[in-house]
């Protein structure tokens, strides 16, 4: 099934048009939104859109089902609830992935504090680059696309680790932001815009650039329990309804909510406990299935993919991902099992992407559901 490639992410002031209305995309700012903000997020989407919100996988927010008529009135909500850009131009450079277990005055919340107040400094990169700021005591987005990553290194200090390199540049203290703006200079002078993103860019790094330091030990991702800072909380292919989200916060008495690539959400200073429509067991099956909206609600999918996906999820072992296309985009790396949706029907493969050679075509919902034993 062929599909089409956007060479943009959508945002709040750059919708993008779905088969259930326009998705409009916020990006908060140090993964995090005060209680006031989510609660004002939650009711915007039940008056403006479906009620439905998303976690993404580059841990932003999205409200759906937007009607075009309603999109003045959901972007003056936003912003007086200081959640969206002064422009396009801001909101584009804005893709910044912040480590959500940042503490105050810590390295994660002190550089990304000083990339957003310098982005205009930042050369004119391709729309869907991004930065990952991961200064904890390990790095924790590891699995999270980005094209450029600041993390902790194995001798304790900063790295620069640029994608598709194992090993990161050193930064010296105080001069780690004005190192990976020097690198964004180069990717655009060596010719990087044509590749369109790091990993793609073939280039040879500048002598000064050497990378030379391993990062530090990997932390896990979080999962839903009981945390210091609060409580976690899962949301079945990231998706929340908007009401379930506002009682959680209030209920649990959060004072703000922090958002993950995980599809998992860190609610602040929040009493522990299960919550309507989100998932507490760590273990849910439904954390280790990904599915994109499909039909109807994407117009480039041609089958049905959640109700699939709920129903393979316990008869799957490891990573299950269920792609409405090639295009993958509930998960852009592989899974133990991925089904794609290719012209009204499913092809399997395993240890694969949505987009690789599929082993077996052709197949029906209910032949997919006998294969795996879950009919």
Avoid at 82 to 107: F, K, Q, S, Y
């Amino acid at each position: 099934m062929s599909f089409e490639v956007k060479g943009w992410c959508p945002g709040a002031l750059r919708p993008m048009l779905s088969g259930d209305g326009y998705v409009v995309r916020v990006r908060p700012r140090l993964a995090e939104l005060s209680a006031a903000q989510a609660l004002g997020l939650c009711a915007a989407a039940e008056e403006y859109g479906a009620g439905l919100i998303d976690l993404t996988n580059r841990a932003n927010l999205q409200v759906r089902g937007v009607q075009p008529g309603a999109l003045p009135d959901l972007l003056t909500t936003l912003t007086d609830l200081g959640l969206v850009d002064a422009d396009v131009a801001t909101e584009t450079r804005r893709n910044i992935l912040t480590a959500p277990t940042w503490a105050d005055g810590g390295d994660t919340h002190r550089l990304t504090g000083e990339l957003l107040a310098r982005l205009e400094a930042l050369p004119d990169l391709p729309p869907k680059m991004g930065f990952a700021i991961d200064a904890g005591p390990g790095p924790m987005l590891r699995d999270t696309p980005a094209d450029f990553r600041i993390e902790r290194g194995s001798h304790r200090g900063l790295i620069l680790r640029p994608e598709g390199y194992p090993l990161g540049i050193p930064l010296l203290p105080g001069a780690e932001i004005d190192t990976l703006i020097r690198l964004c200079d180069w990717f655009v002078a060596s010719g990087g815009a044509a590749a369109g993103r790091m990993a793609r860019h073939h280039a040879p790094l500048p002598a000064w650039a050497e990378p030379s330091l391993a990062p530090a030990t990997r932390r896990p991702p979080l999962r839903p329990g009981t945390h210091a800072l609060g409580a976690i909380h899962g949301a079945a292919f990231g998706q929340i309804q908007a009401g379930d989200l506002a009682a959680a916060i209030l209920d649990s008495k959060a004072s703000a909510i922090r958002v993950t690539p995980w599809r998992v959400l860190l609610l602040l200073d929040a009493t522990p406990g299960p919550r309507t429509g989100l998932l507490w067991d760590a273990d849910a099956p439904e954390l280790r299935a990904d599915a994109c909206p499909g039909a109807p609600f994407c117009p480039q999918s041609s089958v049905e993919t959640r109700a699939l996906a709920l129903a393979l999820a316990p008869h799957v072992q490891g990573r299950l991902h269920v792609s409405g296309c090639a295009k993958g985009c509930a998960r852009p790396g592989p899974a133990d099992v991925v089904i794609t949706g290719e012209n009204g029907a499913y092809g399997v493969a395993l240890n694969a992407r949505a987009g690789d050679s599929l082993p077996h075509h052709g197949l029906s919902a209910e032949q997919v559901r006998a294969h795996f034993g879950a009919s």
